[in-house]
């Protein structure tokens, strides 16, 4: 190839440059790890490290962190290490930084030097083309690492001098003073240093590579991998602070030991149906080895702890029933719609259709189950349990049908062609070859519709509204009362018919409508917490469930 | 051999025509249809037109097919021997676009016909694909998976409670089918494991023992080595010669060396969809009639 730039296969040993650019990646992943460890409150920035302030370590270690990254820099300008940095650090960085530093001018002009309008934009643009140019013009080394390292450096300083400290606040003047806007010190110390944590962490990762291609990728894993990092820390960092709160009134009055829990009567009788006769019963009481009233009892006055029992039962069954209803409704359409629907324009339609049903707000749903529903099942039109549970399982059947519907295409052709060529029947061929080979995917699609119903609350307010704290006796039985009739529908259940507490919809009554008060809830915020706690707890309970269900289809499809 | 009227030929094939002796096609196509092989005919194909859209992939194919015996198909790529194969159990019918015209006689008995019965024509009508596609299921699964289906075994629940649940039969089952193809001393120990974890060469033999599972009388293969090793494929082929003492088999190849050893009769198709000639397979390699097919099997074009 004519003209392609070569460098050494083998380049000189330049370990001692790595090793510093390698710990300035480590000292900016740390000022990261930091700075997010701030904004959850977990390193309190009015404390003090060493007789020195939060802030002002913080600030100390990106300066620190930024004259090293723009001496990296130097230092391969100057070829002392060998490195194989391009002409310019591009476009895209050159304009990142331009706007980076735009921002930061404009902001001293105008709040810090109190420069009027003309004379700020002017200073923002001036800093900002300067930004603009020390990143574009140099080569890659020293443009990719001295405006990270000055941005470090300058926000480091603010931090150093105290000019940002843990008393600072600052309330923009423009915005109206209906809504008073005021940056604390808790969130702006931490951005700052998150923000420059990363931008040092990319230069000083490219100044690890060499710059050139390798850098270029090593920056942008630094960039990825503590953008994901954050991410999931937020996750797991939002889901702690739920257990944190709930984990103690949840866990309230909690025992274990023989004979401490609820007696429970276990009774199974054989009844002639339709005749009421009872032809042997046998019963015999369990008392249970764990007392958990939260999770046990409902609210009384005569408990010493109050629960969520009801809500918890009435949760599990809303899912049972709108699974029960959904999944062989959504499956049998998939199979329709990819082994016997003319692919076609008509295809098409109902996908459309079925990703804007997923995509419908929850109250739509619930405003169907109210107006369609409700009148339907009891003669004197009232909220119930069955409502509700119609109502979660139109939510969940377009994401089964989508998903079951993707699972299907993805069988291979080979296995309808080979089971044909045996001569087997397309039917038979759907339920003994393609459905297996379809259902993780199936059940994944069901576990994603589980955990969104679970926790809906609009629907459940227009179509089952319970009440609000109910004892432990107004738990729904559905499986004990099931009764067979002469007459149509056969079989009825009264409980189905009632209304029930369920864990959102009773969580959203306490807290936002404070019925807890007048029930003599002691603290409403700690059983709330608790309530969510519990709730969390058996949506991932239903994901453990489902999430093993699809690893026992795996195993039989695959070979180890 | 039944003599039936011929469409008289058409202005198309005259004009691609060159031959040894400077005969039309049309005449090769009359000599050949002289050709008669020792036994009875098995599958009898008159006139066969399959049309893909606009696309004319077969032109009036007419040959008889004899019992117990190899039969290969022979032809460059898009030539229509696959899907002349594919019509010999109506596997086209799967394709939405295809038509087809013409006739086909197992037994002598017509299957392009309203009342048949496609269970019963595949049951007796067998095939193994190019790429070897057992199931991912068991071994075990997989051998007895046709014959549970037609309700020829029962392994079932119920069967076992009204003790209709024959194991002896299924494992019978299972151990013949893999050792007619010749797969039983390779897996025997392991039944019960995927098949999906089998070799390439493996799996492809499944897939025929899983076709003799049902018991079949004609057993159509397309290209059934062509994915596989010189070593797994000189196995699929010993097997074919096998097969052809008890069942008729007819394989499609790409590989005129795999043709000429393992067929007894040979009919080779060039592009266009046109069956050119059909005769004893020693008489394609050593002596064809036509110009074209000389060319073709010599290597000179295709």
């Known amino acids: ?560 | 051999m039944s003599e039936t009227e011929t469409e008289p030929p058409t202005s198309e094939t005259d004009a691609t025509s060159t031959t040894t002796a400077g005969e039309t096609d049309e005449e090769i196509r009359e000599e050949w249809r002289q050709f008669d092989f020792a036994g009875q005919a098995k599958i009898a194909v008159e006139d066969l037109d399959v049309y893909y859209g606009d696309d004319h992939a077969l032109k009036g194919v007419s040959m008889d097919i004899p019992e117990e015996s190899v039969t290969a198909l022979i032809g460059p790529s898009g030539c229509g021997k696959s899907t002349f194969l594919r019509c010999l159990n109506r596997m086209n019918d799967r394709i939405k676009a295809a038509e087809i015209n013409g006739s086909v006689c197992v037994d002598g008995e017509e299957i392009y016909q309203d009342r048949v019965d496609l269970v019963e024509l595949r049951k007796r009508v067998g095939m193994v694909f190019q790429a070897p596609n057992p199931f991912p299921k068991s071994v075990r699964e997989n051998i007895t998976y046709g014959p549970r289906k037609h309700g020829d075994i029962d392994t079932g629940l119920l069967a076992r409670l009204t003790g209709r649940r024959d194991e002896g039969a299924a494992e019978d089952l299972v151990e013949r089918s893999l050792r007619q193809a010749a797969l039983w001393d390779e897996v025997s120990d392991r039944l019960d494991d995927n098949a999906l974890g089998l070799s390439g060469g493996q799996q492809q033999r499944l897939c025929i023992a899983r076709c003799l599972a049902v018991d079949p009388e004609v057993i159509l293969m397309d290209e059934p080595a062509s994915a596989l090793d010189p070593i797994a494929t000189a196995k699929i082929e010993d097997l074919i010669q096998e097969l052809a003492e008890d069942y008729t088999v007819v394989v499609v190849t790409h590989n005129m060396q795999q043709a000429a050893r393992i067929s007894d009769q040979t009919a080779v198709f060039l592009t266009g969809g046109e069956l050119v000639e059909y005769d004893d397979t020693d008489e394609i390699f050593q002596d064809p009639e036509s110009q074209r097919v000389e060319d073709y099997v010599s290597g000179k074009f295709g």
């Open chain 1, 1 to 560: 190839m004519a003209g392609a730039t070569r460098a050494d296969v083998v380049q000189e040993d330049t370990s001692g440059f790595e090793a510093v650019a390698g710990l300035t990646v480590g000292l900016s992943a740390l000022l990261f790890v930091l700075a997010l460890a701030a904004l959850f409150q977990l390193v309190s920035i009015s404390e003090t490290v060493a007789g020195l302030g939060t802030p002002m370590v913080l600030g100390a270690v990106l300066v620190l962190a930024g004259i090293t990254v723009s001496a990296l820099g130097v230092v391969s300008y100057t070829g002392a290490y060998q490195t194989t940095a391009r002409a310019s650090a591009g476009l895209v960085a050159a304009g990142l930084f331009g706007l980076i530093w735009f921002t930061i001018g404009g902001l001293v002009a105008s709040q810090t030097l109190g420069l009027g309008s003309p004379g700020w934009q002017l200073a923002a643009l001036l800093v900002g083309t300067g930004g603009f140019a020390l990143t574009a013009f140099p080569p890659e080394d020293v443009g990719s690492t001295l405006p990270a390292g000055a941005l470090a450096v300058f926000l480091g300083g603010v931090l150093v001098v105290g000019a940002i400290g843990p008393d600072w606040s600052w309330a923009p003047a423009n915005f109206p003073s209906s809504q008073q806007v005021t940056f604390l010190p808790g969130i702006v110390v931490p951005m700052a240093v998150l923000f420059s944590g990363l931008v040092v962490g990319w230069a000083a990762a490219k100044a690890y590579g060499g710059f050139g291609a390798r850098g270029r990728h090593l920056g942008a894993y630094m960039l990825i991998y503590l953008n994901a990092g954050a991410i999931i820390a937020t996750l797991f960092g939002l889901v702690a602070f739920v257990f944190m709160k709930g984990f103690s009134p949840m866990t309230r009055g909690f025992e274990v030991g023989l004979g401490v829990g609820p007696a429970t009567h276990l009774a199974f009788a054989l009844v002639i149906p339709f005749a009421d006769i009872r032809l042997f019963e046998l019963g015999y009481t369990v008392v249970w080895p764990v007392s958990w009233p939260f999770v046990m009892n409902g609210v009384s006055l005569f408990n010493e702890y109050n629960g969520i029992w009801p809500a918890i039962i009435g949760t599990v069954w809303l899912v049972i029933g709108a699974t029960v209803m959904a999944v062989p409704l959504g499956v049998g359409s998939a199979v329709f719609l990819t082994e016997y629907a003319e692919r076609g324009r008509f295809t098409k339609v109902v996908e459309v259709a079925t990703n804007a049903l997923w995509s419908t707000p929850s109250i739509v749903f619930g405003l169907f189950g109210a107006a369609f529903l409700i009148p339907r099942f009891t003669p004197q039109p009232s909220r119930s349990l069955l409502a509700g549970m119609l109502t979660l399982g139109f939510m969940l059947l377009p994401l089964v049908v989508i998903t079951a519907r993707e699972a299907m295409l993805a069988v291979p052709d080979e296995y309808r062609d080979a089971s044909a060529a045996l001569g087997v029947s397309k039917w038979q061929t759907i339920r003994s070859v393609v459905l297996p080979a379809a259902m993780p995917g199936i059940v994944t699609g069901v576990i994603l519709g589980v955990g969104r119903i679970a926790g809906e609350t609009a629907p459940l307010l227009l179509t089952m509204t319970g009440d609000t704290l109910p004892d432990a006796g107004s738990a729904v039985k559905v499986i004990n009362n099931f009764q067979l009739t002469l007459s149509p529908p056969f079989v009825t259940n009264p409980e189905l018919t009632r209304t029930t507490a369920a864990l959102p919809l009773q969580l959203w009554q306490i807290i936002l409508t404070g019925t807890g008060q007048s029930s003599g809830l002691d603290d409403i915020d700690a059983f709330g917490w608790g309530t969510a706690l519990v709730l969390l707890i058996v949506v991932l309970s239903f994901y453990a469930i489902g999430i093993a269900t699809r690893q026992y289809f795996r195993s039989k499809l695959k070979y180890e």
